[in-house]
T-cell receptor
Framework: EDKVVQSPLSLVVHEGDTVTLNCSYE??????LLWYKQEKKAPTFLFML????IEKKSGRLSSILDKKELFSILNITATQTGDSAIYLC???????????FGKGTSLLVTP | NAGVTQTPKFQVLKTGQSMTLQCAQD?????MSWYRQDPGMGLRLIHY???????DQGEVPNGYNVSRSTTEDFPLRLLSAAPSQTSVYFC????????????FGPGTRLTVT
């Protein structure tokens, strides 16, 4: 059975801290891994990763995929209160069209 | 360009009632899907469609029906609502299903009493 596991499930940090969110997966026919940020409403897209070892970066957020060890990390540096959200990891397979989501990491950044 | 729209935003149903959640997109995307999100469970796929006239089941399809008569619309029907269907429902679309990012609608919060 396919699995996408995120850790930690929740995290509280102070503004300015750096955080690392983890996503491990066990799926057959892996195609891509996606990260989403969900505030109060719909998830919004952050990154899509398909190749091992290539970092994707957007401002203070970055992500990397390790296809050998079957995991990805999402880093957020110099956190701000606006980074408070649920961060979702999802995996897409070659054999289908669906996204298989993890349960998410709830991040709270305190002033 | 409105993106993905969903109606209604909120709905309360009594057990046994039926209803349709509407989803529309104006991006000419082939792939559309419905997810439900429950606390501590992440997003789970209900049904998806890879084009007009083609639908398939996801992880949790029981109690739901879909159809796709046009590229733009992908309604989700609850046949006989049950309290276990209380959830937030998201519709999503993408250019195709092959790893392109999926755009999500704003969600429908459904309560079944």
């Amino acid at each position: 059975e396919d699995k996408v596991v995120q850790s930690p499930l929740s995290l509280v940090v102070h503004e300015g801290d750096t955080v690392t969110l983890n996503c491990s997966y066990e799926v057959t026919n892996f195609r891509s891994l996606l990260w989403y940020k969900q505030e109060k409403k719909a998830p919004t897209f952050l990154f899509m990763l398909t190749s091992s070892g290539i970092e994707k970066k957007s401002g203070r957020l970055s992500s990397i995929l390790d296809k050998k060890e079957l995991f990805s990390i999402l880093n957020i540096t110099a956190t701000q209160t606006g980074d408070s959200a649920i961060y979702l990891c999802a995996v897409n397979k070659n054999s289908g069209y669906a996204l298989n989501f993890g349960k998410g990491t709830s991040l709270l950044v305190t002033p | 360009n409105a993106g993905v729209t969903q109606t209604p935003k909120f709905q309360v149903l009594k057990t046994g009632q039926s209803m349709t959640l509407q989803c529309a997109q104006d991006m000419n995307h082939e792939y559309m899907s419905w997810y439900r999100q429950d606390p501590g469970m992440g997003l789970r796929l209900i049904h998806y469609s890879v084009g007009a006239g083609i639908t398939d089941q996801g992880e949790v399809p029981n109690g739901y029906n879909v159809s796709r008569s046009t590229t733009e619309d992908f309604p989700l029907r609850l046949l006989s609502a049950a309290p276990s269907q209380t959830s937030v429902y998201f519709c999503a679309s993408s250019y195709d299903g092959t790893g392109y990012e999926q755009y999500f609608g704003p969600g429908t919060r459904l309560t079944v009493t």
